[in-house]
Every structure is written in structure tokens, then in C-alpha cells.
């Protein structure tokens, strides 16, 4: 089974839909991150959490939400979905001794 | 602002070759350096720098950081067309992971 896992992993919605994507992770690593990747830019960072209590905005927050449920689920909602907020969306997880971050297997959004 | 730029954008290169991918940054609080390969989604991870001139090797790929001059290279050698993916770059500055745009490699057989 895979460590960090993303759900769902294609989705196509409409202009002011809202929307929530979810993340799960069995690492039992206490970080949590979600990423956008738009061609040619790279992956840029939304929102990061270090624990249930800890919520803290990336370099691209605007138009998002977070929500940590548990050390295991990290969900991103999109309140009012707009066609530039479609893009590949990443989940990663890390543990507090190291910088690796290992991430879900992404999920392609596309707002119509 | 914090910036990390890889170069080139892209390259094309036969099998068996040897390819040299770069990454400069500019961050106020350098950690680490990271490389990952992206081939159809997820990004997994290659190596980790944080001390220069020690070199990291797993098989045919191998990474160096300069923290003076402020870059790092991704060699691979003897390239096989499994190689072909996007190559990111990315520093942890404090908190945060800041990546840059990539590298694409495609080989050809």
C-alpha cells in the first residue's frame, strides 16, 4: 500500500464549485504539505502543517483552505473554484528530523 | 524573494551519454538541497545535501552542493532512456521547501 495517498485523482468541476481534496498518509509523519505544479513552474506551496493544531500558509494560499483532521489527514478545499486553479495538486508528508518530503501520487483538477 | 533556478530547461541526449543538470539558489536560510525525479506524477527522491564538496552517489546518478557559489549538479552517467523525467531542484529554507522549475531529460534509445 502506498504511504501517502491522495484522493480523488482526477477531477473535472465547474466554475464556483467547491471543492475538497483529500490526503491520507501512514509515514506517521507529523508534517503535512500541499503543493500546486503548473508547467514550466515548478511546484509551488499552498499550505503546510506540522500538526493538528498548526496551520500555516504557503506562498500561494489565496483561494484555499486546509483542514487537519488528524496526524494522518490533511484536505485542501477550493471554496469557489476558478479556471487558473487548474493545475497537478500534491500532498507530501515529512517527519521533523529530516528534510525529505515524500509525496502522493497527485491529482490533476481541472475547473472548467 | 527566494529564488532556485535549474538549467538547462530541457535536453535531449542519446543513450550512454553523460549529463550534468544544474541548480543555483538564492535563500535567506539555507537547510538542505534536495534533487527529485518526476517521471508521470509523483516526485521521488534522489539525494540530499547539506554539507559542500561531499558527494552523494546511488548507481549512475551522483550530486555535489557548493554552498560558497550557491549550486549543486545532478551527473548521470551512462543514461538509459529510463532515465527520461523531470529533475527538480529544491531547498529547505527554514520551514519550507522552494523548488525550482526543472529540468527535462528525455534519452533516446
Not at chain 1, 486553479?85 to 529530516?98: D, G, K
Not at chain 2, 535567506?28 to 552523494?56: C, D, H, V
Request: hydrophobic fraction near 35%.
Amino acid at each position: 500500500d502506498a504511504d501517502v495517498t491522495q484522493t480523488p485523482r482526477n477531477r473535472i468541476t465547474k466554475t464556483g464549485k467547491r471543492i475538497m481534496l483529500e490526503c491520507s498518509q501512514t509515514k506517521g509523519h507529523d508534517r503535512m504539505y500541499w503543493y500546486r505544479q503548473d508547467p514550466g513552474l515548478g511546484l509551488r506551496l499552498i499550505y503546510y502543517s506540522f500538526d493538528v493544531k498548526d496551520i500555516n500558509k504557503g506562498e500561494i494560499s489565496d483561494g484555499y483552505s486546509v483542514s487537519r483532521q488528524a496526524q494522518a489527514k490533511f484536505s485542501l478545499s477550493l471554496e469557489s473554484a476558478i479556471p487558473n486553479q487548474t493545475a497537478l495538486y500534491f500532498c507530501a508528508t515529512r517527519e521533523a528530523s529530516t528534510d525529505t518530503q515524500y509525496f502522493g501520487p497527485g491529482t490533476r483538477l481541472t475547473v472548467l | 524573494e527566494d529564488k532556485v533556478v535549474q538549467s538547462p530547461l530541457s535536453l535531449v541526449v542519446h543513450e550512454g551519454d553523460t549529463v550534468t543538470l544544474n541548480c543555483s539558489y538564492e535563500v535567506t536560510n539555507f537547510r538542505s538541497l534536495l534533487w527529485y525525479k518526476q517521471e508521470k506524477k509523483a516526485p521521488t527522491f534522489l539525494f540530499m545535501l547539506t554539507s559542500s564538496g561531499i558527494e552523494k552517489k546511488s548507481g549512475r546518478l551522483s550530486s555535489i552542493l557548493d554552498k560558497k557559489e550557491l549550486f549543486s549538479i545532478l551527473n548521470i552517467t551512462a543514461t538509459q532512456t529510463g532515465d527520461s523525467a523531470v529533475y527538480l531542484c529544491a531547498v529547505q529554507e527554514g520551514n519550507k521547501l522552494v523548488f525550482g522549475a526543472g529540468t527535462i531529460l528525455r534519452v533516446k534509445s
